[in-house]
């Protein structure tokens, strides 16, 4: 029987999976729209800058959102917070074509309708994997971890295609407009959940920071995570530089999603993988199937050299995040995984806004040598610190076992 197939039928969860599919469908979509609309609606001599400052908004304020909105939010379940998130999403995305059809959509007022959006993302990315940790046993959370992987990598493989139709067809906000109502449906399908009441939260307002600063397992996990996603953050920039067409980018990009979504698939079927030695091992395959990108290979091999890249990064969201549900209460888990998620909101953008100006420096395919390179080394140096950080462990362990 397939790992999902009980993930699926869950009475909870089973009822939420189209919600998120559907969910991730719209964001997907809005990964176009978001920068087409800002060229658009921005002066053009400044149209670079607005595109950056529009992609932002869309992550950052999350950021800021797991800090100062955790008062609010304490003792909130994994529903809960997946609602919330999403009712604020409809509402401001929504508020994007609405202004636009009556001709008061400025530029400024687009980015600060997409910073708002963002506020709960944290929270809403803790909320969804606290469900998980809530209402399937240990064994079904690395598949559950999974199928959420591959919604979102199945969404940026269609839904890049879906809303260039769309724009062509109605302009970039209606795909705003489609991308609001599926968090809307997506707030009715977390509302309508039913699960236990999560125990009521003594806890100070930091504790999700706290809990990672104490637990040295966890803290260097985040880092790990932080410094991942930081190499990763150059290479959207560097590969539509580094293909010749925006055709070439187009089958880049796809093989790199093809890839992702074949290992998500994978991951499910190895209940018994051991989540150390298959999150480390991610990063360092990673950095080593990034390399040969610089190297000047044939187009065919860098395509296949991706999909290889896609699939070694796609362990490393759902065991990433399994290490986390083992490690803490399903009761402390949302607002320790809303301060990893503002780490990891914060991660990429820096990444990316530090791989532009690499990319103009040494150009596309020194950029990608060099994070394929870095990606390695960081993947080495989790593994030293982990192995040396369990041999004590083992030792006592044999001490305890002797007679």
Do not use: K
């Amino acid at each position: 029987m397939s790992p999902y197939w009980p993930v699926v039928r869950d009475r909870v969860f089973g009822r939420v999976l189209p919600g998120l599919a559907l969910s991730a469908l719209g964001d997907g979509m809005s990964a176009v729209a978001i920068g087409w609309l800002a060229v658009q609606y921005a002066p053009h001599h400044q149209r670079g800058l607005w595109v950056g400052l529009a992609v932002a908004a869309y992550t950052l304020p999350g950021a800021i959102g797991a800090i100062a909105l955790a008062p609010l939010l304490r003792g909130c379940g994994g529903a809960h917070l997946v609602a919330l998130d999403a009712v604020l999403r409809a509402a401001f995305l929504g508020t994007v074509p609405l202004l636009a059809a009556l001709g008061t959509l400025s530029i400024g007022g687009y980015a600060a309708l997409l910073a708002g959006s963002a506020l709960l993302a944290a929270w809403g990315s803790a909320g969804r994997y606290t469900l998980v940790a809530q209402v399937l046993p240990a064994e079904l959370h690395l598949p559950a971890n999974a199928l959420l992987t591959l919604l979102t990598e199945a969404s940026t493989a269609v839904g890049p295609v879906l809303a260039g139709l769309l724009i062509a067809w109605l302009g970039a906000p209606a795909v705003l407009a489609v991308d609001a109502a599926t968090f809307a449906v997506l707030a009715v399908c977390f509302t309508a959940v039913r699960t236990r009441a999560p125990l009521p939260c003594r806890e100070p307002p930091a504790a999700g920071l706290a809990t990672i600063r104490h637990d040295r397992a966890l803290l260097g996990l985040t880092v790990l995570s932080f410094w991942f996603f930081l190499l990763f953050g150059p290479i959207p920039v560097a590969v539509p530089l580094f293909a010749s067409s925006a055709q070439e980018a187009s089958l880049l990009f796809t093989s790199f999603g093809v890839g992702a979504m074949i290992g998500a698939i994978a991951i499910g079927h190895l209940p018994r993988l051991p989540l150390w030695p298959a999150t480390i091992g991610s990063v360092i395959a990673f950095g080593l199937l990034l390399t040969p990108l610089g190297l000047g290979l044939p187009r065919w091999a860098d395509m296949l050299t991706l999909a290889l890249a896609g699939l070694a990064w796609s362990p490393y969201p759902a065991t990433s995040v399994s290490l986390f549900q083992r490690a803490v209460t399903a009761e402390r888990l949302p607002p320790v995984l809303a301060a990893r998620g503002a780490v990891l909101v914060l991660s990429t953008p820096l990444g990316t806004l530090l791989g532009a100006p690499m990319v103009q420096a040494a150009g596309p395919d020194i950029t990608l040598l060099a994070c394929g390179a870095a990606t390695t080394v960081l993947g080495a140096v989790a593994l030293v610190v982990r192995l040396r950080s369990r041999a004590p462990m083992v030792h006592l362990a044999r001490a305890g076992a002797a007679p």
